[in-house]
């Protein structure tokens, strides 16, 4: 009887586990509209809709790195500079 006892145990702390995760997610998704909102961007672009074929100058390794958002984490400013119209937004 122990053993079935602990199976259940163990299945209800990943059952709690999964879902207070997804609890978790969902607040961050309606933190991240919210925000998303409030900026009042024009456009609706990602990291992922940026055509690194055109001539830019923008380099693909120092983009990735970016969207990474590594600099953040440390809590580093991030500057954008170029002339007007060039996709700075």
Known sequence: MGGHATKWGVF?????????????LERDGKRLAARLRFAGLRQQA????????????LDRALFQRLTA???IE?????????PTGTGKT
């Open 46 to 57: 990602t990291p992922e809709d940026v055509d690194h074929r055109a001539a830019r100058g």
């Open 69 to 71: 958002g590594e600099w």
């Open 12 to 24: 209800a702390a990943h059952f709690w586990g999964a879902f207070t995760g997804r609890l978790e």
């Open 74 to 82: 440390r809590h580093q400013d991030l500057l954008v500079t170029g």
